[in-house]
């Protein structure tokens, strides 16, 4: 049998990007995940474990950056780069400039933050599930590029730029595959319609 030789080091990033619970059968959280992958028209509860993983990294980020003193150059330069992004992705407005407030982020706050929400807050979509089947579709695009993730966490200074992309046939672009084969029917059938007519 052929053996598949790689060329070189593999560099790919291999960590997991989400973490099973430890307790499966816990009852109140199955209820938890249930009603946030219905709120959020989310796919499966990977998702919210994916979630959960960035926010348990954003947290323990924040206690140990809290347990060093203020004049600390490390707490100083993580601490900053951490609200910058906190506040660059909208999780917490410049009031809430400190590293106590991230320690109070839940889950919403994140999941809020998804393409796939703000498509439907924005009215774009008749449901939060519609607003994934359009991003799935290559309907919506952010800044001017078509984004197909509906995970993907929009910035505060791109979540104006949401909007339907020129191509799609929802703003007026090329119709679908499955309008072109019902019109191509239609005037198909109106020509045999009309010849049948003039025979009678």
């Excluded at 150059?73 to 999780?91: D, F, I, N, P, V």
């Excluded at 799935?136 to 984004?147: A, D, E, K, S």
């Excluded at 949401?162 to 019109?183: D, F, M, N, Y």
Aim: proline content about 4%.
């Amino acid at each position: 049998p052929r053996r598949s030789v790689t060329m070189g080091k593999n560099y790919r990033a291999s960590s997991k990007t989400s973490q099973t619970p430890r307790r499966p059968f816990e009852k109140d959280r199955l209820d938890r995940e249930l009603k946030l992958c219905g709120e959020y028209g989310l796919r499966c509860k990977r998702e919210v474990w994916r979630v959960l993983v960035n926010l348990r990294a954003m947290r323990k980020r924040a206690r140990l950056l809290l347990t060093l003193p203020d004049d600390n150059l490390r707490k100083q330069l993580e601490g900053a780069s951490l609200m910058r992004y906190c506040m660059r992705l909208g999780l917490l407005d410049e009031s809430k400039n400190k590293l106590d407030y991230v320690l109070a982020m839940r889950v919403n706050d994140l999941l809020d933050r998804r393409l796939q929400s703000l498509v439907f807050k924005l009215g774009l979509a008749k449901s939060i599930h519609h607003a994934r089947c359009l991003i799935r579709q290559r309907h919506i695009r952010v800044c001017g590029q078509i984004v197909t993730s509906p995970s993907f966490m929009v910035r505060i200074e791109s979540e104006k730029r949401i909007e339907l992309s020129p191509t799609s046939p929802l703003a007026g672009g090329k119709p679908g595959r499955v309008r072109r084969k019902k019109q191509a029917a239609a005037m198909k059938g109106g020509g045999d319609g009309g010849d049948d007519e003039d025979e009678d």
